[in-house]
């Protein structure tokens, strides 16, 4: 089965986020458009950085153009529509802003080069994305940015496609402990429905939860520095931890070294894009016996690969792909240069 | 002396004539001093597009290194006349503007929290933008009426940025970021962006980025409302921060 078709199955409006800059996002984009026109599929596209301009501002390199067939509906930047070679029909110029110029909602009327430039936060994203969908998109593409995933949300794309590539490392190796870990971040299994229903209803405050449900509110705003704090308010029937932010390593270390209880919680972080801890940090955490779920776990669609680096070194495709399918065997992986 | 006009549709390198073309480069080659690494400059050079390039200096730098310093003409030409650089598209409003614009359309003291974060070291920029003397005649944000000004100073991580900005309920974030080697800048941009998301705070802040490499278009990337580029002062990017906060309604 073709990306496309996973991804239309799957979705209504899906995320490309990268691991880096050069991890092919804009190559899997220009794949899932061209293939969505052979299959009749309407698509809307925007981007929460700048794609499809010839030249990529920071590496100088020719960058892949974003081809948008009659019928696609876009969201980008004034700035960006000046310089797009389709036509398009200007439907709704937004409040919304960017360096850029402000967000613009358009229809393909005939087809060409676009550049695609859209909202600058998730919350804007969100909004976008659902009226592209009311004005007529089957499904709606949202380009990432650089290594940027915060759209990968639940709350705001309903799936999202993996794009990793040699330029993360020279290593094959390190490039897949890093992508097989950003996997698992997004993938982390979510609690158990009962605790879900409460946790959203009742608290927006970081919080302790013992084991018969009562919600021991914290008063911090952010769990950032907080970590004695959460540690000291962990006694022996503490049952979650529920962070509504972010989670950072020293947040997690601190947890580990002032409370002896962490082992006997289960932090809970709304999903995989809120922590902020590397490869080696959080097999550390495992080890140590950690526990972490997340309220809303992401639905990573497909890994997409991508074995040439702009730094002009490139990996055996064919190995690449079979090694990283040997370690994510529960995803499809693309290889989307071929 | 008799004037030539230049052409600016083909502007080239100027050594000692119009349109000469003359420039110098400077490299370091892996490749042990002597002829043969003279040599390869010049292959090299010539390769770069350089006619006759001549190399005039050349130094061992030990460790089977060698420096290298050469003339040679520029081929190439640029059309200055079609050069267009995307810029902050506002008329910068002086000091006193931006308090007057304050007291009449935010009505209320505004909270400015700006550092120079990850590893880099470099204090002057921010200091420029920030500190009450501020730069080139320009006073910076810490004198402003009206404007609550703090100054992480440099090597501030992103999530104590975060964590300040929380405390203090910040109108806005202005990060610094000088040394570009290998890229090291956005990668260290982007992790605040995605920190703020996280902390849902996103929505709620100005955020604006300077620095010698940071261009208005790499800020669209990145996910800043604004990059401010070299030659950039306090009132520039004050002018922007107070009508973005009315433009979005977060006064
Ligand atoms: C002074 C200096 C230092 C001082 C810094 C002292 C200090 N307290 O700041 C010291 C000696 C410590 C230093 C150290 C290093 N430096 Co140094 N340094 C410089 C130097 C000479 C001047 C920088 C400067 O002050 N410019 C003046 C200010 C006013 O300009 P600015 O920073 O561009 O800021 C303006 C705008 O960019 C903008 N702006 C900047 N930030 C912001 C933020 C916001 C929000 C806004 C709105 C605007 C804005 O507004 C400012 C005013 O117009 C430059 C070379 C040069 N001539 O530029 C190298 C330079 C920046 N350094 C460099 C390097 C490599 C280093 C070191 C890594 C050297 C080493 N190998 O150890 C270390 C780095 C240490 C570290 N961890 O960061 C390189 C960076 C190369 C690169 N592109 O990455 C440079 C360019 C030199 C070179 N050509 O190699 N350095």
Redo the contacts with the bound molecule.
């Keep these: 089965m073709e990306l496309v078709d996973l991804v239309h199955q799957k979705c209504k409006i899906v995320s490309i986020i990268g691991m880096a800059k050069n991890a092919g996002k804009t190559v899997t984009l220009n794949r899932i458009i061209e293939d969505s026109y052979d299959r009749d599929i309407n698509l809307g596209i925007t981007s929460t950085g700048r794609d499809g301009e010839r030249i990529d501002v920071l590496t100088n390199t020719e960058k892949p153009a974003i081809y948008a067939f009659e019928g696609n509906i876009i969201a980008t930047t004034t700035g960006s529509i000046e310089i797009s070679d389709a036509t398009i029909e200007i439907i709704e110029i937004t409040d919304y802003r960017s360096p850029m110029g402000k967000i613009v909602l358009g229809r393909v009327i005939d087809g060409g080069y676009i550049e695609i430039a859209g909202p600058q936060t998730i919350k804007e994203m969100k909004v976008i994305s659902d009226r592209i969908l009311q004005l007529g998109a089957d499904l709606v593409l949202v380009d990432g940015s650089i290594n940027r995933i915060a759209v990968a949300d639940p709350n705001i794309t309903d799936g999202a496609v993996l794009a990793t590539g040699a330029v993360l490392s020279r290593s094959m190796d390190k490039v897949i402990e890093e992508t097989l870990h950003q996997k698992t971040l997004l993938g982390l299994p979510e609690v158990e429905e009962d605790l879900k229903g409460i946790l959203i209803d009742n608290t927006r405050d970081i919080s302790i939860i013992d084991k018969d449900f009562n919600i021991n509110r914290l008063n911090i705003k952010t769990s950032i520095n907080s970590g004695k704090v959460i540690a000291d308010n962990i006694d022996e029937n503490s049952k979650y931890v529920f962070m509504t932010g972010s989670l950072v390593t020293k947040t997690l270390k601190d947890i580990t070294e002032y409370s002896k209880l962490y082992k006997d919680v289960t932090i809970v972080v709304p999903d995989g894009t809120k922590i902020f801890v590397g490869p080696k940090d959080w097999l550390k955490f495992k080890k140590k016996g950690v526990k972490i779920k997340v309220l809303n776990t992401i639905n990573v669609i497909a890994i997409t690969l991508n074995p040439y680096s702009p730094l002009g070194y490139y990996f055996n495709p064919e190995e690449f792909k079979e090694k990283m399918s040997n370690y994510i065997k529960d995803l499809p992986v693309f290889d989307v240069m071929i | 002396m008799a004037i030539e006009k230049v052409d600016l549709t083909k502007v080239k390198p100027y050594g000692d004539t119009l349109n000469d073309g003359m420039m110098q480069t400077a490299f370091t080659l892996p490749i042990p001093y002597g002829d043969e690494a003279k040599e390869a400059a010049r292959i090299l050079a010539k390769k770069m597009g350089l006619e006759d390039p001549e190399v005039v200096h050349y130094s061992d730098l030990g460790v089977g290194y060698t420096f290298f310093v050469l003339y040679g003409k520029c081929q190439h030409t640029v059309d200055f006349s079609k050069i267009e650089v995307p810029k902050v598209e506002v008329d910068s409003m002086d000091k006193y503007g931006v308090e007057d614009y304050i007291k009449e359309n935010v009505k209320r003291e505004i909270t400015v929290i700006?550092a120079c974060t990850g590893?880099?070291?470099?204090?002057?920029?921010?200091d420029?933008?920030m500190n009450m003397k501020g730069?080139d005649g320009h006073y910076g944000l810490e004198r402003y009426v009206g404007i609550n000004a703090i100054n992480m100073g440099s090597q501030v991580p992103n999530e104590e940025l975060v964590a300040k900005a929380i405390e203090l309920d910040a109108d806005a974030i202005?990060?610094?970021q000088?040394?570009?080697?290998k890229d090291v800048h956005i990668p260290n941009l982007t992790e605040l962006v995605e920190l703020l998301e996280a902390e849902g705070l996103r929505d709620n802040v100005v955020l604006?980025?300077?620095?010698?490499?940071i261009s208005h278009e790499l800020a669209k990337e990145l996910g800043y409302d604004a990059g401010?580029?070299?030659?950039?002062?306090a009132n520039d990017?004050a002018t922007f921060i107070v009508t973005e906060m009315v433009e979005r309604k977060l006064v």
Excluded: E, K, N
């Design positions: 700006g590893t880099d070291a470099h204090t002057v920029g921010i420029a933008i730069f202005l990060v610094s000088i040394v570009t080697q604006t980025c300077g620095g010698p490499r401010f580029g070299t030659g950039s002062f990017v």
